[in-house]
């Protein structure tokens, strides 16, 4: 049995490197510390906003570098974190961290509040005045939108002098299950095998052996089951902490509360969670039907949901093969975009090995005036591509939005976020399968593809909808306990699924493996952008790559539009349900090819 790396065993050539952030944890203490005294430069417009255009701009162009300080002082931390969340010393500087975003920004929360109190008028005469204020305009907007569920400033200031009680969840979380959790190694194959989290969801889940899967999901199942009422209080801490504040704010639900900042109409949100669920799940019960003949299985249990169905033919697709096809599929993004994020591998932005501590699954972070840090565990599959490709996409997107946007408005409202890196696993799909005349490998590349949309359209989707029923629940008085959560889980899995999946106590907790729940109403995006990325890609079909000169720009624009106003730059209206529909459609037909393949 291979006993897993600890994070100082790690060859350093295949990990980030954090020397691009801070020369050394020395370095970024004293940053830290000199962060806390910066945060005068804005406190010293304190009752002063009223003055006149110059202060004002002034006063919001201090925030907007304290800010892009804060973050990248919070972001090296976090990502030492996410190496070995099992240090002690590692929690102590990312709680550090966490402290000193919480005081300043308490100390700056004057600067919303005291704009809300202004005249009625003064801030447009101002941004008339004044020029150099209109990049913060997208800013001012928002906050205008906000003035009619912000509280006294002095609440205000309070609360965000809270911040990192009021993200507690999502800490005890993540400290849980990098810390704390334990699986036992379990015997299959004539041996025995070590098992982890990121043991099981990055290898072991998606084995040809069905003995090897199964043996690993019960291993998995039993190391989550004992958590079961800690994760299932900390998921009710965090929706009591949003039906709070909804309640505070005068909002008519706590959906509501959440979706403000996404910029987009309710209808969207439930278009997406209703569609999807209602087309899709005979698509999808179908291809679970052809993997139970397929693999020959008497039932096709939760846990063979992503066993390949051509075990025999699974070429091995190495780190440098990888990007190789990576940067070919982005190579209509125009030779700038292609540069940048050929830099990620050359620079080592990623980090790409397993060890004891590190976070699960994939993430990007993108810290303003550095460049994106991606976190991931490499091991030679075309899925690992795939999710390569679509953190790449993150990268290319927050670098291209920072060369050309102010630290206020690089980032776009959330529901536009993940279409971006899904762009990228679509164009990657499209050059592996262009010109593939050999039968069994287009075979298995469709596989890799409908990996993507079980992912975003299946499993982020059918989270989105725990929450969308947990929030209803909560609002009526109901207690969130792990038994109300594992009756949801599984009874939404067995709506979805139907009689195709047997769905069974381990299916019933995977509402404990993600922390999407901790990040609002996170998990619906990632169908809005799989939708916006397939209708894209279906523009390129029939216009020509062209198309992507128009997506580039609307890269460009970060946050300084809103998320339909980017999809309509180019040309996609995801007002309409009919781009929802034509990407569950284009999933049918992926399965039908798959199904005459067989």
């Known amino acids: 049995m291979n006993k897993p790396l600890t994070r100082a065993e790690v060859t350093p050539e295949h990990t980030w490197n954090l020397d691009d952030l801070f020369a050394s944890r020395e370095a970024w203490l004293a940053e830290l510390a000199l962060i806390e005294s910066a945060q005068e430069t804005v406190t010293a417009h304190l009752g002063r906003l009223g003055e006149g255009a110059a202060t004002l701009l002034a006063c919001l162009d201090a925030r907007d570098a304290l800010s892009a300080r804060l973050q990248k002082a919070y972001v090296f931390a976090m990502l030492r974190n996410a190496e070995d969340g099992g240090d002690p010393a590692r929690q102590s500087d990312l709680s550090s961290a966490a402290a000193v975003a919480s005081r300043v920004e308490a100390a700056i929360k004057f600067v919303d509040t005291d704009i809300l109190a202004l005249p009625a008028g003064t801030v447009e005469r101002f941004l008339a005045e004044q020029p150099a204020l209109a990049v913060h305009r997208t800013d001012l907007d928002d906050l205008a939108r906000l003035k009619p569920h912000m509280l006294s400033a002095e609440t205000e200031r309070v609360l965000a002098s809270l911040g990192e009680v009021l993200d507690a969840p999502f800490m005890i979380f993540q400290r849980s299950k990098t810390s704390d959790m334990q699986f036992a190694p379990f015997a299959a194959d004539g041996r025995e095998h070590p ?16 003995e090897v899967r199964r043996a690993a999901w019960r291993s998995f199942c039993k190391g989550l089951e004992p958590y079961q009422n800690t994760f299932a209080a900390t998921f009710a801490t965090e929706v009591t902490k949003n039906v709070v504040m909804a309640k505070a704010r005068g909002y008519r639900s706590t959906e509501h509360f959440l979706l403000h900042a996404h910029k987009v109409p309710f209808e969207l949100y439930t278009n997406i969670l209703d569609i999807i669920q209602a087309e899709l799940a005979p698509h999808m019960q179908r291809y679970a039907r052809l993997r139970q003949r397929v693999l020959g299985l008497d039932q096709l249990q939760f846990c063979d949901l992503k066993a390949p169905l051509d075990a025999g033919y699974a070429p091995a697709v190495t780190f440098e093969a990888a990007a190789d096809l990576i940067l070919r599929a982005v190579a209509p993004m125009g030779a700038p975009y292609v540069e940048m994020l050929r830099t990620a591998f050359e620079r080592r932005w990623i980090d790409r090995v397993g060890n004891t501590g590190k976070s699960s699954g994939a993430f990007c972070a993108s810290p303003y005036g550095a460049h994106p840090f991606i976190l ?12 390569l490709a679509h953190e790449l996409g993150h990268a290319g997107h927050f670098l291209t939005a920072q060369r050309h946007q102010r630290y206020v408005n690089t980032r776009p409202a959330m529901p536009f976020v993940e279409a971006p890196s899904i762009m990228n696993e679509v164009l990657l799909a499209r050059t592996i399968l262009q010109g593939e005349a050999d039968a069994r490998m287009r075979r298995w590349v469709l596989m890799q593809v409908l990996g993507t949309y079980h992912h975003n359209f299946v499993t982020h989707l059918l989270e989105a909808e725990l929450q969308r029923q947990v929030y ?14 594992n009756e949801r889980k599984a009874a939404i899995l067995k709506g979805f699924w139907g009689d195709s999946v047997a769905i069974d106590e381990g299916a ?5 493996r993600q922390p999407h729940y901790y990040f609002g109403l996170y998990p619906y995006t990632y ?14 079909r029939t216009e020509g790559d062209g198309v992507f000169a128009g997506w580039l720009d609307v890269l460009r624009a970060g946050g300084t539009l809103q998320p339909l106003a980017l999809m309509q730059q180019v040309g996609i209206d995801l007002s309409s349900p009919a781009p929802v529909r034509a990407a569950v459609a284009y999933v049918g037909r992926m399965i039908e090819e798959l199904e005459a393949s067989f």
């Open 195 to 210: 098992n982890s989290f990121n043991l099981y969801e990055w290898t072991y889940e998606g084995s040809a052996s069905a």
């Open 472 to 485: 209803a629940l909560a609002e009526a008085g109901q207690p969130v306990t792990a038994a109300l959560l």
């Open 508 to 512: 019933a907790m995977t509402w404990m």
């Open 376 to 387: 991931m565990t490499w091991t030679d599959s075309m899925r690992d591509a795939f999710i």
């Open 527 to 540: 169908s809005v952008g799989l939708v916006a990325a397939t209708a894209l890609a279906e523009k390129a």
